[in-house]
């Protein structure tokens, strides 16, 4: 039961950043480069649902995950040079692999 706080965390994560891949629509290209762009766009998407797949499976190997898309994140984005980009984007990825990590799936 405990593992329901990571889970529904990493869940708006997921949804919060997949609404970044919706500026591809006001671009003005066509329907085939549009579709390309979203693909592209939601490619965080992917690795996240896949990240919590196999958190929601394994919690440690999806914990640690996690914490490697926290690092890329930091390091891809350098989000660390704004708090504002570091809190909204960097550091939940982080709070949701820590919490998978601490938590088992004993009880």
């Known amino acids: 039961m405990k593992l329901w706080l990571p889970r ?8 919060f950043i ?14 085939m ?17 896949a990240l919590l797949v196999t958190a929601w499976i394994n919690p440690k190997a999806g914990g640690a995950g996690f914490i490697l898309f926290f690092m890329f994140t930091i390091l891809f984005f350098k989000s660390c040079e704004r708090i504002d980009l570091f809190l909204l984007i960097g550091l939940p990825p982080l709070l949701v ?3 998978f990590l601490m938590m088992d799936d004993k009880n």
């Not at 529904?8 to 949804?15: E, Q």
């Not at 766009?41 to 996240?48: C, I, K």
């Open 33 to 49: 480069n549009t579709l390309v762009a979203l693909i592209t766009h939601l490619m965080p998407t992917y690795t996240l649902i």
């Open 97 to 99: 692999g820590m919490m």
């Open 8 to 15: 529904g965390l990493s869940i708006a994560y997921i949804v």
């Open 18 to 31: 997949s609404l970044f891949a919706l500026d591809v629509f006001g671009a003005g290209h066509g329907w």
